[in-house]
């Protein structure tokens, strides 16, 4: 067989060593000026109407801060992409794939839709509550653990595992729908308003947002302070660290899953209890997917996931609203916009950790100088 030539290619990459946070944010930032500036290139391609590349940005401000109910469902929209985030950065810490946000959540919507309507009338609506909350956790809980058990017992892929869980409960909600309005099985009956915590804030989105807020600072402290978010960080960096000093990698894997799930299944509850007032099988909508994009992004620190929140819930929301000024379909318009930032966002952090060089030519073409002499 013969052997194949040696290319040398003119460009190469090498580790960066010391790169200052002033640097990568620079970097990270340029990267998402970057991005918006091809979305609105983009946009113009997408329709003709009027001037598209204008109205873009125009759309993407206007959608999010014209009005205080626009600011708000701003802020719910961030709420919702960090609870999902900072639900699964505990496990990938421990570099534990839990991909499974968005079947948990969804697990804890279907539990809290099923208790608040099918508690009887006579129940006090706060207890009711409480019930749903108290079932919307444990449903959440439950779908994570389940994988973490198979991974810990049977070596089964954690990634595989939660990801099918996702279809599950996607597919599990499409059946409780149609077995309880059997009438009109695509729709779900409406919840009381008394049985959800919006008549108690008055406004329906404020409970997401308050929650997000303190969960996070929790998440943070427990990373960054607590023994138990310490061992996350030395299983991840080595396993065999971790067994030679002791630790029970097992049980942390359960343990981490468990707080995994509560938050999502949490993030049903709010969703359904808070803002819908109702079950979909589209409740979360791929939310916990893009979660997934943002922890990582986030280098699983709550602080960096926030940041990443931010930007998401605001291209999501503003981008929709410029879809209906530039005339593009509403319903991928965004998702395509999205796409497109995290794309260059990730391609960025090459660049983060990373440096480019061109290599010498005396290096590149050996050959040719020999042959010359």
């Not at 010391?18 to 979305?39: D, E, F, M, P, Y």
């Not at 049980?251 to 981490?256: K, N």
């Not at 949490?266 to 997934?292: D, E, K, N």
């Not at 952090?349 to 290096?363: G, L, P, S, T």
Request: glycine letters at 8%.
């Amino acid at each position: 067989m013969p052997k194949m030539p040696k290319i040398n290619f003119p460009l190469y990459a090498v580790k960066r060593i010391g790169i200052s946070k002033r640097t990568t944010w620079l970097i990270r930032g340029g990267a998402v000026l970057v991005a918006l500036l091809l979305a609105g290139v983009m946009s113009t391609f997408l329709t003709t109407a009027g001037t598209p590349f204008i109205d873009f940005y125009k759309g993407l401000f206007v959608g999010t801060f014209n009005h205080s109910e626009d600011i708000i469902t701003l802020l719910c929209g961030i709420s919702i992409y960090l609870l999902l985030a900072i639900a699964v950065a505990p496990a990938f810490r421990m570099k534990f794939w839990n991909i499974g946000g968005e079947g948990q959540a969804m697990a804890g919507a279907i539990v809290t839709a099923i208790i608040l309507l099918k508690m009887p009338s006579t129940m006090p609506d706060t207890l009711v509550i409480i019930m749903a909350l108290i079932g919307g956790v444990l449903a959440g809980i439950i779908w994570a653990v389940i994988p973490a058990i198979f991974k810990v017992k049977c070596r089964t892929n954690e990634t595989l595992f939660t990801l099918m869980m996702n279809y599950i409960a996607t597919f599990l909600a499409a059946f409780v729908i149609a077995f309880v309005n059997t009438s009109h099985p695509e729709s779900f009956p409406e919840i009381d308003p008394n049985r959800t915590i919006i008549k108690i804030f008055g406004i329906k989105y404020i409970p997401i947002v308050i929650a997000a807020v303190v969960l996070t600072f929790l998440l943070y402290f427990y990373l960054k302070k607590t023994k138990h978010g310490y061992e996350l960080s030395v299983i991840g960096n080595s396993t065999n660290t971790a067994r030679y000093i002791g630790m029970k990698s097992s049980w942390i894997a359960i343990r981490t899953m468990i707080m995994s799930g509560a938050i999502s299944g949490l993030v049903g509850f709010l969703i359904v209890c808070a803002q819908t007032a109702t079950l979909s099988s589209g409740l979360i909508s791929g939310r916990g997917f893009t979660a997934v994009l943002i922890a990582w992004l986030g280098h699983f620190n709550p602080a960096e996931i926030a940041i990443y929140s931010c930007l998401v819930g605001f291209l999501d929301q503003g981008s929709t609203y410029a879809a209906s000024l530039i005339g593009a379909n509403s319903t991928y318009f965004s998702g395509v916009i999205i796409g497109l930032v995290m794309l260059v966002v990730v391609t960025a952090e090459f660049f983060i950790n990373y440096q480019v060089k061109v290599r010498d030519k005396k290096i590149i073409e050996p050959k040719k100088k020999k042959e010359a002499q």
